[in-house]
């Protein structure tokens, strides 16, 4: 199950802005590569740029094996993500992967609720299309400040139903995902929530799940230098100690960390 | 075909490039990337007598040309090191070093104790630089007095190959380096992360959990190649040069500034697969100057 990592030329055959600050970035590979799940990373080298030094993790979107190709949705968040956004068709970009542990796939009779803030949305349209169940099971949940913010998934649409909220109300319910109706009143339905967006928002939905018992993953994002577990700076506090959010997450079950 | 090897006292190294601890952890983390039998030598992890958490997150701090680091020596111990770790990786084709840290002389000597037992650690790394502890590391290392005591504590009970890790964060390293010649040492290994800060602006914190922490990468090439050749010129055992290589023109100028052998840290973050070609590179760049012997490269500065 587990491809080898390595590292990696990619050409990138599209760059494409979604909205002000959403790219999705699709990048072929030069060699043939199989078993990436919804979850992992890749750690993205960013060339020619004055000041940056380390590699950019970004979650996998999407990825086609025939193509060769990988999606990744790029947030601009600060000088390395941006200049990422600059990068131009037909431009080489190196990167690292597959890195990190998955989402565990849900059991075919699971109920599942997909929950996804900002960037987070990328890994979360991956599993809807990945996670093997009907689309009726399906459920994603999906946050932004507002309309402008949230990126299209009409692609996404066959994989499940979807809920959106913004903070100002201008698409969906109005507030934080954990405004809406189906996490405040329907949570006990689902058998296995997934969830990746901000830390404060993954708190709420991860001490509501384990307050209802409810099997919830989570996926963190801690700064990080290597990707591969060398450099230990990336670390969460969880109830075995410090781990590894590049290698022993980034998907965490909620009830392993000190949430 | 050109000859690579090097010796550090009694060890003959393949090739004079090494990975540096806390940057491979022990060699399976990177196993994907590379053969790690090619390298000359692979410096595992820094370990303690007894497990370490570590410092709080967050632990980096990317600056320009480089990072911060306050990792604070997390490890999970020598048993875990000896019972799990070392029967994994003690067939590997390349010599494995252990890096040692102690809050106390008692610790170094009862964790080297545990070591020399171990018939493929053919040497250790006495860490006396971590800047990141708040009890021993870096405080051994900064003092003539501290650093030999340390170094002769443990010179008794080891008699394998010695390496000493020093810290730059002194007035003059080559004190350093000749108090711990003094006293046995079979090498030195140098330099070991510079104390740097780094701030956020708009919050006014600090970045980093321990507000200070070791700065690392290409940002400190320029001082560790000077302390490299400073020591050098003090000291008879061999230098290893460590500090920001990232290709193989830096490691073959830390070799013309006197390093026998070096060590890839950061860069590996970077990419893992550098050591090869850092290997391949100093391959070409002696059958290009039509240098038999790496050896020749060593201490070759011309002023």
Redesign the interface.
């Known amino acids: 199950m587990c491809m ?4 990696s030329d990619f050409l990138l055959v599209e760059n494409k802005q979604l909205n002000k600050d959403n790219f999705q970035l699709l990048l072929r590979s030069t060699h043939p590569f199989s078993d990436i799940f919804p979850g992992q990373f890749i750690n993205v ?1 960013i060339k020619e740029a004055k ?5 950019r993790p970004f979650s996998i979107l999407d990825v086609d094996y025939g193509l060769q190709t990988i999606s990744l949705l790029v947030k601009i968040l600060g000088r390395g993500s941006k200049k990422l956004t600059e990068a131009i068709t037909g431009q080489t970009i ?1 990167a ?1 992967f597959p890195l990190g542990k998955s989402f565990t796939l849900p059991d075919k009779s699971n109920r599942i609720l997909l929950i996804g803030g900002g960037s987070g949305v990328a890994p979360m349209l991956f599993l809807a299309k990945r996670c093997g169940l009907d689309p009726s099971n399906v459920n994603v949940l999906i946050g932004a400040r507002s309309a402008l913010d949230h990126i299209d998934v009409t692609e996404y649409l066959d994989f499940g139903k979807y809920y959106f909220t913004t903070e100002d109300g201008t698409l969906g319910e109005k507030g934080y995902v954990t405004n809406h109706p189906i996490f405040s009143n329907q949570l006990s339905q689902f058998d296995k929530i997934y969830c990746c967006g901000p830390d404060l928002m993954m708190k709420v939905i991860g001490r509501k799940a384990i307050e209802m018992d409810i099997f919830c993953e989570v996926s963190l994002e ?16 969880t109830k075995s ?2 781990k590894c959010v590049c ?1 022993d997450g980034p998907v965490f079950n909620v009830k392993d960390l000190k949430w | 075909m050109v000859n690579l090897e090097i010796k550090i006292h009694e060890l003959t190294f393949k090739n004079p490039v090494m990975t540096a601890s ?4 022990f060699g399976e ?2 196993n ?2 590379m053969n790690l039998s090619l390298l000359g030598g692979l410096v595992v992890k820094g370990t303690t007598l007894k497990p370490r ?2 410092n ?5 701090a ?6 911060l ?1 306050a ?1 604070g020596l ?1 490890n999970k111990g020598v048993d875990n090191f000896i019972t799990n770790i070392y029967p994994r990786i003690k067939d590997l084709n390349t010599h494995i070093i252990v890096n040692v840290n102690g809050s106390t002389i008692n610790d170094y000597v009862a964790l080297t104790e545990r070591l020399e037992e171990l018939e493929k650690i053919p040497a250790i790394e006495l860490n006396i630089s971590c800047p990141n502890v708040k009890e021993g590391g870096m405080a051994f290392g900064i003092s003539c007095t501290s650093a030999e005591a340390v170094v002769k504590a443990v010179r008794r009970v080891y008699s394998k190959t010695l390496i000493v890790k020093l810290s730059p964060n002194v007035t003059d390293i080559t004190e350093i380096a000749k108090a711990i010649e003094g006293q046995g040492a079979d090498s030195v290994s140098l330099i070991n992360t510079l104390l740097g800060m780094a701030v956020n602006a708009e919050t006014r914190k600090p970045v980093l959990s321990t507000i200070t922490g070791g700065l690392s ?2 940002a400190i090439k320029p001082i560790a190649l000077r302390m490299v050749w400073q020591v050098f010129n003090a000291v008879k055992i061999p230098v290893i040069g460590i500090g920001g290589i990232m290709n193989a023109t830096d490691a073959i100028e830390f070799m013309i500034a006197g390093a026998s052998a070096i060590q890839v840290g ?1 860069a ?6 550098i050591p090869l070609q850092i290997i391949d590179g100093i391959d070409s760049y002696m059958v290009r100057h039509k240098i038999q012997s790496v050896n020749e490269i060593i201490g070759s500065l011309q002023c």
């Not at chain 1, 080898?4 to 590292?7: A, R």
């Not at chain 2, 709080?56 to 980096?60: L, Q």
């Open positions: 080898k990592k390595t590292v080298e000041d940056i030094f380390l590699r190196n690292i801690n700064m990080m230098a290597c990707g591969f577990g060398v450099c230990l700076c990336c670390v969460e506090e100690g410090h290698t | 806390g940057t491979c952890g983390e990177i994907d990337f958490e570590g709080a997150y967050p632990r980096m990317e600056t320009p040309s480089g990072m680091n990792v997390q990468g290409p950061t590996l973050f970077i990419d893992p697969t």
